[in-house]
């Protein structure tokens, strides 16, 4: 499948683009898709692409965009596939296999996510230092694909510190505030309890979600840069006195958006 879906991206892109080969590779969160709405010289919807499926989220399109960003050639997803979809693992990391395969070499990987730590607030912007994989699924498990990874690839830091340290600096030139941090990722898509909340603080979480981890992972594995931006859209259960909802999600990635969009098309022209 990986080189049907492959070929036929190519076909496309080489038909509309000509030459373009996408050094890099962004997936949109929840909220923070507009990015792909305005730097779009190519979109591929997910339902014309063999062996990707229509993600069905909303705040999320379902479109992978082509564009040159800050003399760079970019991938999209304005949409990822959820494990709580239904989707199988696989599926939900898919995208990044082809990524690697159309020539990604870097992944930006955002996300929606709730604040743990209690000095976060609604809307900051979280660089992820690293992750905890509390979603009891790993992506790997199955057959290896040699060629594109090892069987027991290293995690020690599937988020460089000097990418790390690119995106901490790239934000404080522009005035942008961030947060630093690490995501858990649960599979959702029930929000935690204030117990779970309490257990992610205690294992050393920042910041909660469900997503990211299993991309993370692979993209490692298969020899890409990761680097993970969270928008904290909530205090996460407990450590927010008020019932969380999906709209107010959306809410504060809304007013995240701007300074999002502005942080991630510099750290585009940075790397
Ligand atoms: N928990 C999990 N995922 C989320 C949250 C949260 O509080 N907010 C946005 N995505």
Redesign the pocket.
């Known amino acids: 499948m990986l080189k049907e879906t492959t070929t036929f991206i190519e076909k496309v892109v080489k038909e509309k683009l000509g030459d373009f080969v996408p050094e890099i590779g962004i997936v949109l969160g ?1 909220g923070l898709g507009e990015l792909a709405d305005e730097y779009c010289d190519l979109a591929i919807p997910y339902c014309e692409i063999p062996g990707f499926e229509a993600s069905h989220v909303s705040g999320h399109k379902s479109r992978l965009v082509f564009a040159k960003i800050n003399d760079k050639n970019v991938v999209m997803m304005q949409g990822r596939f959820h494990y709580y979809e239904g989707h199988p693992i696989q599926k939900v990391v898919f995208p990044i296999k082809v990524m690697k395969k159309l020539g990604v070499k870097t992944v930006i990987l955002t ?5 743990v730590n209690p000095a976060f607030n609604p809307s900051d912007l979280m660089i992820i230092t690293d992750h905890i994989n509390h979603m009891n699924v790993n992506p790997l498990i199955g057959p290896n694909d040699d060629e594109m990874g090892k069987r027991f690839p290293d995690m020690s830091e599937v988020y460089s510190p000097e990418l790390v340290e690119m995106v901490r600096k790239t934000a404080s030139k522009l005035g942008i505030d961030t947060q630093e941090g690490v995501y858990m990722a ?1 599979t ?1 898509p029930s ?2 309890t204030p117990a779970e909340v309490r257990m992610a603080r205690i294992v050393g979480a920042d910041a ?3 997503s990211t981890v299993p991309e993370a992972i692979v993209a490692k594995w298969a020899g890409m840069n990761v680097i993970g931006i969270s928008c904290i ?2 205090s ?2 407990g450590v927010s006195t008020v019932a ?1 909802s999906h709209d107010d ?1 959306i809410h504060a990635a809304n007013i995240a958006k701007d300074r999002f969009k502005t942080l991630v098309k510099e750290v585009i022209g940075n790397l």
Request: contains cysteine; hydrophobic residues 45%; glycine residues 22%.
């Open positions: 929840s996300n929606a996510a709730g604040g649960l959702g929000y935690e909660v979600g469900m859209c909530n996460a259960a969380l999600v």
